[in-house]
């Protein structure tokens, strides 16, 4: 499939009217053909109008119908074969295993929430049957379903050109709840988006749907991404990136005339907790496993483990002393585009330079043109507690180890954080009453906790969550990655004394979809 460089409104392939840019090769520091033109805010209405007019027809087919256009649009990103692989892996500077690997997880992703379309538990369907002689007041026959909230805007993200960008769970989960998409594609990977997005296009058009159901338009100034998320046929946000990216558009958003929901990913730290008990088991094991998440993916994973906690001692200086060794045998590899680079390098420095800071580890120079060199620092618990910017993100391999002189100090630095993706805590039997005081404290700061694993690997599944208190997220009621990101897109309605001819199928009395639902205070399926 060829790369024209164009945007995708109306089923079509259109010429930007937009700034012009290209897509680079990190790994070498080129640019890489051909041109992108940027859309224009004219484009950007013509996409979004596009939208609110597929909304109706979308919403409307059946849960067979939605859930095999989801694994149409799999199939057709299958179908891109290794042009789609090789475009990314230029784009990105990531590896053929990962970006095949990420593949796989886009795929698995829409074909999950082709499965959870089929279930239909999404719908939540509630049938309270009409207590007619009731006193002092009869009760009405009142039903609930929960509907797509309309059009959608994804903002595809920088470190996964694939999975959290145009055909990412953001967009599968959209798709599910019957809601178009428009995307904006990320800059840094044009080309990428553009296969992708051809590939959704066909699967629109092979499933007989409003050709509106998919648009993706593109541009490297922020005109584009406000346009979108100004636009009062756009129902919803998701958005993957900066805590300054997300807390723009959640401003734009915040001041439309009728403000909508932006659920942005934005910053997390993601705390490891080393507990006296893990300290004195397989320290190399350990090291070894902190030092390879910390650095996967040049560390620029979201669930990067940024902060390492112990109580000070023999056991933790041991630890140091091993994880620095493993640091330094790590080799830089390349970032995901200049400007990413250029922050983490000035974020190093800035840490480095902290009068209480001290550089432990760095890692080796690598042959990339924006390759990141692994650090590792270390200071006391003390000093986090007094300066709060040392546990703010830098966002690629780099990770702070933190001394606490007690118990007390761990938790007061647990209590402290920011809201987080993830904390993690590695500990045997022995630590269980520490762990104990820690959970409670954790839970109000974590979308997810771990014991003895380490948070860079997501898994797609259903009880998965990717979310957090802020900044990790805009909104910590919902999840971007597994089955229940559904619910980020839609909204309850009750239906009270509706007669048969107008009740939705999945809230009739003979249950013609087959549902589990809640009818009357009792679960059943009949």
């Keep these: 499939m060829q790369i024209t460089g164009e945007i995708l409104i109306g089923g079509k392939a259109v010429a930007g009217k937009g700034e012009a840019f290209t897509g680079w090769n990190p790994s070498t520091g080129q640019a890489l053909e051909p041109t992108f033109y940027g859309a224009t805010t004219e484009q950007v209405d013509e996409a979004c109008a596009f939208a609110a007019e597929a909304f109706d027809a979308f919403r409307g087919t059946t849960l067979e ?28 500077g ?25 279930q239909g538990l999404w719908l939540s369907p509630v049938l309270d049957s009409a207590l007619p002689d009731r006193t002092p007041l009869p009760r009405p026959d009142l039903r609930l379903r929960k509907i797509p909230i309309g059009p959608v805007v994804v903002f595809g993200a920088s470190n996964f050109p694939l999975a959290f960008s145009v055909a990412g769970g953001d967009t599968a989960s959209a798709f599910a709840a019957g809601c178009p998409v428009v995307a904006k594609a990320h800059p840094s990977h044009p080309g990428t988006s553009e296969l992708v997005g051809r590939a959704i296009q066909k699967a629109v058009a092979a499933s007989n749907l409003p050709a509106g159901v998919f648009a993706m338009v593109g541009g490297r100034d922020n005109g584009v991404g406000g346009a979108l998320a100004s636009h009062p046929a756009i129902a919803a946000i998701a958005f993957t990136g900066s805590r300054a990216g997300g807390l723009a558009l959640a401003g734009i958003a915040a001041k439309r005339p009728v403000p909508v929901p932006v659920y942005a990913e934005m910053s997390s730290v993601n705390p490891v907790f080393l507990l006296p ?13 902190f030092a390879d998440s910390a650095t996967l993916g040049t560390g620029q994973f979201c669930t990067q483990p940024g902060l390492v906690l112990g109580l000070a001692g023999p056991e933790f200086d041991g630890f140091a002393q091993v994880a620095a060794e493993k640091m330094c045998a790590k080799t830089a590899t390349t970032m995901l585009n200049k400007g990413i680079h250029d922050a983490y390098e000035k974020g190093v420095k800035t840490v480095e330079a902290h009068a209480s800071v001290q550089t432990v580890a760095r890692g080796q120079a690598g042959s990339a043109a924006w390759g990141g060199v692994p650090a590792l620092f270390q200071t006391k618990a003390s000093e986090i507690l007094k300066d709060r910017h040392l546990s703010e993100e830098v966002f690629g391999p780099s990770s702070i180890l933190i001394a606490c002189e007690n118990k007390e100090e761990m938790l007061a630095i647990a209590a402290s954080l920011e809201g987080q993706l993830t904390a993690t805590l590695h500990m045997t039997a022995a630590d269980t009453e520490l762990a104990r005081e820690l959970v409670p404290v954790l839970e109000k700061k974590a979308g997810r906790i771990l014991v003895n694993g380490f ?26 990655v597994g089955a229940t990101a559904i619910d980020r897109f839609l909204r309850p309605v009750c239906y009270q004394n509706f007669p048969a001819a107008l009740l939705p199928a999945e809230l009739d009395d003979a249950n013609s979809l087959g549902l589990w639902r809640l009818r009357d205070g009792k679960v059943e399926q009949r």
Aim: no cysteine; proline share 5%.
């Design 455 to 480: 948070p860079t690997g997501v898994e797609v599944s259903h009880a998965m969550v990717h979310g957090g208190p802020f900044p990790a997220t805009s909104n910590d009621h919902y999840t971007s």
């Design 277 to 289: 008990g893990a300290l004195q088991g397989d320290v190399a094991a350990l090291a070894q496993g």
């Design 94 to 118: 990531l590896p053929r295993p990962r970006i095949e690997g990420e593949r796989g997880r886009t795929v698995g992703q829409l074909r999950l929430f082709a499965q959870v379309v089929r």
């Design 65 to 92: 119908e939605r859930a095999k256009f989801l694994e149409a649009v799999a199939q057709a990103i299958l179908d891109l074969g290794d042009e789609l692989i090789e475009r990314t892996m230029a784009e990105s």
